[in-house]
């Protein structure tokens, strides 16, 4: 039990890590795309803001999306393979971000359309470090030794 405890944290740290570095290619395009244009391309702190609210988003998804679409994903798939943890976590993930999305900028007063997008987008940007969570969930099970596992769990 805590063998696999252990691997799906692993997994869900590296969810997070991938999430900041996401945002942070997001915001280089984002940046790219300002200065091409000649627009206002934000304050000097603008970058490394994103970086840490990047960061502290990540750290609040970890128990609230990453570790519950990859349990939920290793119990669907039991004994599966990984395509099939892949979908599963990556469905999950999807749906857990668009509701959390929807429901704060429902809260925040957006309106229902602005909302619905927000959803969406919110749902895209987690499927790769779900995907990355499934996949060294998946790997680091394979590098424990089998005697380990056995007698743990």
């Not at 280089?28 to 000097?44: E, K, R, S, Y």
């Not at 840490?52 to 570790?67: D, M, N, R, T, W």
């Not at 969406?120 to 060294?136: D, K, M, Q």
């Amino acid at each position: 039990m805590f063998v696999k405890a252990g691997q799906h944290l692993v997994g869900a740290i590296v969810a997070c890590l991938a999430f900041v570095v996401q945002s942070t290619v997001i915001y280089a395009g984002l940046l790219v795309c300002a200065v091409v244009a000649d627009a206002d391309i934000g304050g000097p702190l603008a970058g490394p803001f994103l970086v840490l609210l990047a960061g502290v988003v990540g750290v609040v998804l970890l128990p609230l999306l990453f570790l519950p679409a990859g349990v939920i994903g290793e119990v669907a798939a039991k004994r599966g393979r990984l395509l099939t943890k892949w979908l599963v976590a990556t469905a999950v993930a999807g749906a857990l971000a668009m509701v959390y999305v929807f429901l704060a900028a429902m809260v925040t007063g957006v309106g229902i359309a602005h909302s619905l997008l927000a959803s969406l987008i919110g749902a895209l940007t987690v499927l790769v470090p779900t995907a990355l969570c499934v996949s060294v969930s998946h790997g680091a099970l394979k590098l424990i030794p089998s005697t380990l596992r056995n007698a743990h769990g």
